[in-house]
């Protein structure tokens, strides 16, 4: 069977030393009116510049603090912020409607309103932050034996190419091409997925945690 083509970005599976994953969250504060959009399943970091301290999508070329993201990225790079974890939705009052509102991305430029019990306009963006998670993606090129335990960025680009923003969810992939130490994701095994286990090809999907030197809460 020939393996599915849609990306689907960083999922959920067991944590390390196959427990079940609990699914819980952390939460980490996102600015009103970012310049790049955050889509569930994305990799996402701390800005280290401008609005230092909130939450960006780290599967971008360019991060909203101006460092490279995606398959640019690298811990070589001066100044750049490690990975938290992985996106999984947003709490926001919109500011259309003044109503509270649960998504599971937001879009670039999209503007918050306040929310009246803490007079912030801030949204809480939701984050698995566990060091120990393991996450299924999608390869982007073929992947073999030796390929395990190698480190790898996720693709990137503009907002298109990391998400349909049909549903929110991201449509980012491991970049097979990138492999090196500085990289945000360790390969771990195959995903044993049947309908995308021919490694041989595009598409196949494998089980990734991020690198012990590229976790902020490692």
Same mark, same amino acid.
């Given at each position: 069977?020939?393996?599915?083509?849609?990306?689907?970005?960083?999922?959920?599976?067991?944590?390390?030393?196959?427990?079940?994953?609990?699914?819980?969250?952390?939460?980490?504060?996102?600015?009103?009116?970012?310049?790049?959009?955050?889509?569930?399943?994305?990799?996402?970091?701390?800005?280290?510049?401008?609005?230092?301290?909130?939450?960006?999508?780290?599967?971008?070329?360019?991060?909203?603090d101006g460092k490279a993201g995606g398959?640019?990225?690298?811990?070589?790079?001066?100044?750049?912020?490690?990975?938290?974890?992985?996106f999984n939705g947003i709490f926001f009052?919109?500011?259309?409607?003044?109503?509270?509102?649960?998504?599971?991305?937001?879009?670039?430029?999209?503007?918050?309103?306040?929310?009246?019990?803490?007079?912030?306009?801030?949204?809480?963006?939701?984050?698995?932050?566990?060091?120990?998670?393991?996450?299924?993606?999608?390869?982007? =090129?073929?992947? /073999?034996?030796? @390929?395990?335990? !190698? +480190?790898?960025?996720?693709?990137? &680009?503009? #907002? *298109? =190419?990391?998400? /349909?923003?049909? @549903?929110?969810? !991201? +449509?980012?992939?491991?970049?097979? &091409?990138? #492999? *090196?130490?500085?990289?945000?994701?360790?390969?771990?095994?195959?995903?044993?997925?049947?309908?995308?286990?021919?490694?041989?090809?595009?598409?196949?999907?494998?089980?990734?945690?991020?690198?012990?030197?590229?976790?902020?809460?490692?």
């Amino acid at each position: 069977m020939a393996n599915q083509t849609g990306g689907f970005g960083f999922r959920q599976a067991p944590t390390m030393g196959s427990t079940p994953a609990t699914g819980g969250q952390a939460e980490y504060m996102v600015k009103s009116g970012l310049a790049v959009g955050i889509f569930q399943n994305n990799p996402v970091s701390l800005q280290s510049a401008g609005d230092t301290g909130y939450l960006q999508d780290a599967s971008a070329d360019t991060m909203d603090d101006g460092k490279a993201g995606g398959i640019d990225w690298s811990t070589g790079t001066s100044g750049i912020t490690l990975i938290e974890g992985v996106f999984n939705g947003i709490f926001f009052v919109n500011n259309s409607t003044s109503k509270p509102t649960f998504a599971n991305h937001v879009l670039a430029s999209t503007t918050f309103g306040t929310d009246y019990n803490t007079g912030s306009t801030d949204g809480v963006g939701f984050v698995n932050d566990n060091p120990m998670q393991e996450y299924a993606v999608k390869c982007d =090129d073929a992947i /073999t034996q030796a @390929n395990l335990l !190698s +480190t790898f960025n996720p693709t990137d &680009g503009a #907002a *298109a =190419d990391r998400s /349909t923003d049909i @549903n929110g969810q !991201s +449509t980012v992939k491991l970049d097979i &091409g990138t #492999a *090196a130490a500085t990289c945000q994701f360790k390969v771990v095994r195959t995903a044993n997925d049947p309908a995308n286990n021919d490694n041989t090809v595009a598409n196949s999907n494998v089980i990734v945690m991020i690198a012990p030197t590229a976790a902020a809460n490692n």
